[in-house]
């Protein structure tokens, strides 16, 4: 991590789901240091205020705002990320925005315009670019091992769906557009770095197959994911106190033509038993899959062709790390610290992190319509320049 004369002042708005990231970066005398937390909700002060005691709480965004902070984390719901980043990028915030970028395609793009016009440093939390599972595969790609990539499969069983999505703001699609963009952003985002392209056609089909049937409902807003979620709420349709309304699918399928001619696809299923992502990487020389997506869990390869199921050529283990996500968390605040004091390239993307928005919008249109194929809307040309390079300094064209 860089190192200054002075810590890096960091402000964090919404202290929620993903406020479990304040730890890596609140580490005074070593490069950075939380100062202000904004939280609309008193839980969510009072949270911030035990967890951090040093640290400034309001409610009020613009005393953030002019707190003197030089980074900020916006781990907001989804469907404020725009509201607030747009916000911090115009007072001049280094900003990390939690992953999806937003909601819509819209907000997503006028992120992207703020930052490019005012010149403010932005990073989008896209934490599986960090997790071990993905790193590997992505080596194993990029040594060729498999041959040039021509299709990638995930498959996405959500065991905790009932609990994580279920029982409150992620049940609406006012909040979230859908859960194929909201859970899915992280995997569309994968598929496209291992895959080297962006989508540029999808079409989908999904459904509320499960908890649309189940009765017991309950206002859950004054409680958070750890005051319900249990492994004996089993079966599925015997789930209790689900939210109040609830009108996103809880199983999906979307299929993807890249940009580059690679094929891809990404099933979702919140109603599974087991939790955990499987992908498989299909390329011109052989194929790699995961069994697994933790510390200790198996990469497979198999580069020898065979009649029949045969073990793989190679196993290789899925590293451990400190933290979150297998060492994600902690990689992904560092990057992003780094990136707040010197600048450059970073291993997120805000461009990747906005066409994995436009592929899972579209892709809740399409199978809330008739399942049929939709483009994906382009970027401009400077845009895809700048964030490519680095985010480069430039003299703001908005007042900051």
Known sequence: ??????????????????????????????????????????????????????????????????????????????????????????????????????????????????????????????????????????????????????????????????????????????????????????????????AKGYTQRVSAVGDLAVYGSVTTRSDNSGKRMGDWYSLGNWPPSEQQDLAATIDVEDISMMNMVLDNGVLASYQQCHFTPDYWRNYTIIGTKGRIENFGDGPGDKIKVWTTRTSGFAEPDDVIDILDGEGGHGGADPNLIAEFLRFAADGGRTQTSPIAARQAVAAGVLAAESLRGNGSAREVPALSAELMDYFDAGQPSRSPELVL
């Not at 970066?25 to 950075?32: E, I, L």
């Not at 925005?97 to 989008?124: H, M, N, S, W």
């Open 1 to 194: 991590m860089h190192t200054m004369e002075k810590d890096l002042k960091v402000g964090i708005v919404g202290f929620g789901l993903r406020a479990g990231l304040w730890r890596h970066a609140h580490k005074p005398g070593q490069g950075s240091e939380v100062t202000i937390v904004c939280d609309a909700s008193e839980r969510g002060r009072a949270d911030a205020a035990e967890r951090i005691p040093t640290t400034r709480i309001t409610a009020d965004l613009e005393e953030l705002l002019s707190s003197g902070i030089d980074a900020v984390l916006v781990l907001t719901p989804d469907n404020q990320h725009a509201v607030v980043a747009v916000r911090t990028l115009r007072a001049g915030i280094t900003t990390f925005c939690e992953k999806p970028l937003d909601v819509t395609i819209e907000a997503a793009d006028l992120i992207l315009q703020t930052a490019y016009k005012t010149g403010t440093r932005l990073y989008v939390g896209h934490n599986m670019r960090h997790m071990p599972v993905v790193v590997q595969m992505r080596e194993l790609i990029e040594e060729g091992r498999i041959g040039e990539v021509k299709a990638i499969w995930c498959r996405h069983f959500v065991g905790h769906g009932g609990d994580f999505y279920f029982k409150d703001w992620h049940s609406e699609r006012k909040n979230v557009t859908s859960l194929l963009l909201q859970k899915g952003a992280h995997d569309i985002d994968v598929i496209h770095w291992l």
